[in-house]
């Protein structure tokens, strides 16, 4: 979700920094920020404010959470071509998940918000399974929320070497996007690189005509 579909930087850095302005801290760059996240909450806020070995730690997370819940759709908005890439796809019957880091209370937020019942299957959080991404369960678990079998081929597609990492563990082909939060691919296994929504759409799309 964060760095694929949406842009999320200006309002995960606005509730980081209001964050470490309550906590006493001195703010970071936008740059600083965006380094911090893909993850999952419990990284982003060691990172962004104290360990997670620090007493303070559960208290900063509560702040965080409270600042970015208060104002999680501000100014996050779909990357230019998602719309009509998440359109043709609909158009093709290709069934879709989102499989995030973020807390699957902020995921259902933003799908609400942009109206994206319409196009996915099921959203997941970094919190709807025991363990998050590069680990392969929320992609099985996408998979039986969305009626498939586990050996129902699947295509990840993601910005950060979470997603590249979870769709090695899980055997299936890897999508690296160039438009997100990750300006170097940190990851060695994807199958193709989309510097454009279109081309993810293509991807996909001449990925189905072979299995048919």
């Known amino acids: 979700m964060d760095g694929t579909l949406l842009d999320t930087r200006h309002d995960i850095a606005r509730a980081a920094n209001n964050a470490r302005q309550e906590l006493g801290l001195p703010r970071l760059s936008l740059e600083e920020v965006v380094r911090a996240v893909g993850d999952g909450v419990n990284l982003f806020v060691s990172r962004v404010t104290y360990p997670q070995s620090d007493s303070r730690f559960l208290a900063a997370k509560e702040v965080f959470m409270r600042h970015y819940a208060e104002n999680v759709t501000g100014d996050t908005k779909p ?26 209370a902020l995921v259902d937020k933003l799908v609400q918000y942009f109206g994206w019942q319409l196009f996915f299957t099921t959203w997941l959080g970094g919190d709807s399974t025991p363990k998050p991404k590069p680990d392969k369960g929320p992609l099985v678990h996408a998979l039986k929320q969305s009626g498939l079998s586990d050996s129902h081929p699947i295509i990840m597609v993601g910005d950060g070497h979470q997603d590249v990492l979870a769709a090695k563990a899980m055997g299936c082909a890897a999508v690296w996007v160039s438009w997100g939060f990750n300006k170097e691919q940190s990851a060695e296994y994807p199958s193709f690189r989309a510097d454009h929504p279109r081309d993810v759409g293509s991807f996909i799309i001449s990925s189905l005509v072979q299995r048919r």
């Open 79 to 104: 990357y230019d071509g998602i719309p009509e890439l998440l359109d043709s796809l609909r158009r093709e019957s290709v069934p879709m998940g989102i499989v995030s880091n973020k807390p699957a």
